[in-house]
């Protein structure tokens, strides 16, 4: 309702500048800004460059919000879950083993928040930040971040960065520049999107283990011990195995009779929340990841020029968090539950920085005179 009530207030000023130019969109009374395309509505607040809402049709043409997030937006900054919803975390995402690297001879130590590790730099990381609109148009929105030197600890130099989503016909794309003009500094950056292409809305079903997920790419995993933390070693995917989605497609809970699906992403988590590194040699505009729902015949296509990607099931969710009041079905409670979700992160390979016999140093270490670029794009249909 108040959107359709900020959409008429833009028309209406637009209407009264006949001839003059456009006034620029503003943020609605949630603090939520709207970009429209054919085919695909998509709104973001400030608050760590999220993406609240994304709407696309499904098989019966119907609008339906197939992110996670919350009604209130508010709520986002006092959510002491902070799952990252659709957010941009950094400016070192996912984890670093035993908060430790080392940098041109020099060792330094990040904040552990995640067990013996760091997890997306600590707890002053990029989603936790109110970003800066710095462009907005009808179709796009500009968010932008100045990231002073060891804010989060053990990160030195300054940082800025600026994340551009923008809409056109049922595509959603996004792109990150970065740069870091002191110091060399680890910069790996992600777009950390939860799906649930139902939308709550299967009466039969809230978890993710129907959606279809295809990854022809995705050949090998990185490794993780118990703390979800690569180990090293990068193994090849045999088909049929439990981290095989690139032979065919698999539904996501094709493994779940087999007996490593229970702590396959770590002590106490079934399922998945690991990474997988994408062929070599591949043409990086092709699709590198599909996935669907044959409930609401939803399917989403992701182009990215990332060569890895990390797919967390949502084993954490605790029942207890409710979805949007855009989701669901009219009566029923609006309870999440364990597995409700997934989440699809386009970035490097996880812990590089600790790695260098996998050779990602060129592509974790950002420094003076270095331009630091991410892009990805999500293309919507039906199956
Ligand atoms: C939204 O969340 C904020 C922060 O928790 C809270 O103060 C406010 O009361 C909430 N608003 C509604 C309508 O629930
Ligand atoms: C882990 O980090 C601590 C400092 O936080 C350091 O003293 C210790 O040597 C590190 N251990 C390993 C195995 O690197
Ligand atoms: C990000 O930082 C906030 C606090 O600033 C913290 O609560 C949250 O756990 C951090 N997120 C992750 C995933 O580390
Ligand atoms: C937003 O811009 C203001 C003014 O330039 C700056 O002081 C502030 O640090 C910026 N915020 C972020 C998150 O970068
Ligand atoms: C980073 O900040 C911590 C305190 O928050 C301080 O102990 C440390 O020396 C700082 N590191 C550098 C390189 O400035
Ligand atoms: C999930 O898929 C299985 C086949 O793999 C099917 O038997 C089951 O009915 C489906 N459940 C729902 C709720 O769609
Ligand atoms: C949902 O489907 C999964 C996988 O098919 C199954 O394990 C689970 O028990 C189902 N949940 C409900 C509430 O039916």
Redesign the pocket.
């Known amino acids: 309702m108040k959107y359709t009530g900020a959409l008429l207030a833009i028309a209406a000023s637009a209407a009264a500048h006949p001839g003059g130019h456009k006034p620029k969109p503003q943020a609605d009374a949630d603090g939520k800004y709207t970009l429209t395309a054919p085919g695909i509505k998509a709104q973001f607040i400030p608050y760590a460059a999220t993406l609240t809402n994304l709407f696309v049709k499904d098989k019966n043409g119907v609008e339906t919000d197939i992110v996670l997030g919350y009604d209130n937006t508010s709520y986002y900054a006092v959510d ?1 879950g ?1 799952p ?1 919803y659709n957010a941009i ?1 950094g400016r070192y995402v996912n984890r670093i083993g035993n908060g430790t690297y080392t940098l041109d001879g020099v060792t330094y130590h990040t904040e552990k ?2 067990g013996p590790n760091t ?7 990029w ?2 930040r109110v970003w800066n609109v710095t462009d907005v148009s009808d179709t796009s929105i500009t968010f932008s971040i100045k990231d002073p030197s060891n804010s989060s600890l053990g990160m030195i130099g300054d940082v800025e960065a600026s994340v551009t989503y923008s809409v056109s016909k049922n595509k959603w794309s996004i792109v990150i520049d970065a740069k870091s003009p002191q110091k060399r500094t680890p910069l790996m950056l992600t777009q950390h999107t939860y799906f649930q292409l139902d939308a709550f809305k299967n009466p039969a079903n809230r978890t993710i283990w129907n959606h279809t997920l295809y990854a022809p790419e995705a050949k090998r995993v990185l490794k993780a011990d118990q703390n979800a933390l690569p180990t090293g070693e990068i193994a090849k995917v045999p088909k049929k195995d439990i981290d095989d989605f690139w032979s065919k497609p698999h539904q996501l809970g094709f493994a779940s009779g087999n007996s490593n699906f229970e702590n396959h992403c770590g002590g106490g988590c079934h399922g998945y929340n690991g990474a997988w590194a994408f062929n070599d040699k591949r043409n990086k505009k092709d699709v590198a990841l599909t996935l669907s729902s044959a409930f609401s015949g939803i399917k989403a296509e992701l182009t990215t020029d990332q060569d890895a990607v990390v797919l967390y099931t949502c084993n954490w969710n605790d029942g207890k968090t409710e979805f949007k009041s855009t989701q669901g079905i009219v009566g029923q409670d609006k309870f999440i539950p364990r597995d409700g979700c997934i989440a699809i992160e386009a970035q490097d390979y996880v812990d590089g920085i600790n790695h260098p016999e996998w050779g990602r140093l060129d592509e974790q270490i950002t420094g003076p005179g270095d331009k630091y670029h991410w892009a990805s794009s999500w293309e919507f249909g039906t199956i």
Request: proline share 13%; aromatic share 6%.
């Open positions: 002491p902070h990252v975390p928040n995640d997890l997306h730099s600590g707890t002053n990381n989603s936790y």
